[in-house]
T-cell receptor
């Protein structure tokens, strides 16, 4: 399967600061990447679909100005949480799609906003 | 509205036993049904997946049973081991659309 990395694995920041999370597809070129968030003991919630070279598609209820997504290359997508607040504390996971079906997930990034 | 309903929420199984997790869906356009395993603090890992043209798929100790008419599918873990203790998510999607995830099942295998 595809190998997906995320950096950092965990980050703690102060309220009001911005945090950037990187997602890399290590062994194939991904035209589409996905960003999810997961609260403790809950399922994965799709935030947005990141398309290389074009604007991301955000799910209903996800603020695009709050969660900035950049998919600048076929192997890298970034999620920037702007002006983070404690309620943004969550586990953020990216994934890449191989072919039309199979989706591989990164190891996740634990964001804690103080 | 939950597109994929998963049960049970939690499951405790004795080592060596069979773990069974069930999922149901309504959208008949769904044509791909994967199962993911997630350990605490880690991303989900693809376990096994099935398409609706087959009724069963087996990979090692993991088997998916698929009932198209009932719109249900299940994951069976044979000879469950303590190392299988994790949260399992079923999912479904239609064509090139996004994955819809179930709510997850926390499996605990006791020695």
């Amino acid at each position: 399967g595809a190998v997906v990395s995320q950096h950092p694995s965990r980050v703690i920041c102060k309220s009001g600061t911005s945090v950037k999370i990187e997602c890399r597809s290590l062994d194939f070129q991904a035209t589409t990447m996905f960003w999810y968030r997961q609260f403790p003991k809950q399922s994965l919630m799709l935030m947005a679909t990141s398309n290389e070279g074009s604007k991301a598609t955000y799910e209903q209820g996800v603020e695009k100005d709050k969660f900035l997504i950049n998919h600048a290359s076929l192997t890298l997508s970034t999620l920037t949480v702007t002006s983070a607040h404690p309620e943004d504390s969550s586990f953020y996971i990216c994934s890449v799609r191989s072919g039309t079906d199979t989706q591989y997930f990164g190891p996740g990034t634990r964001l804690t906003v103080l | 509205q939950q597109q994929v309903k998963q049960s049970p929420q939690s499951l405790i199984v004795q080592k060596g036993g069979i773990s069974i997790i069930n999922c149901a869906y309504e959208n008949t356009a769904f044509d791909y049904f994967p199962w993911y395993q997630q350990f605490p603090g880690k991303g989900p890992a693809l376990l096994i997946a099935i398409r609706p043209d087959v009724s069963e798929k087996k990979e090692g100790r993991f088997t998916i049973s698929f009932n198209k008419s009932a719109k249900q599918f299940s994951l069976h873990i044979m000879d469950s081991q303590p190392g299988d203790s994790a949260t399992y998510f079923c999912a479904a999607k239609a064509g090139a659309n996004n994955l819809f995830f179930g709510t997850g099942t926390r499996l605990t295998v006791i020695p």
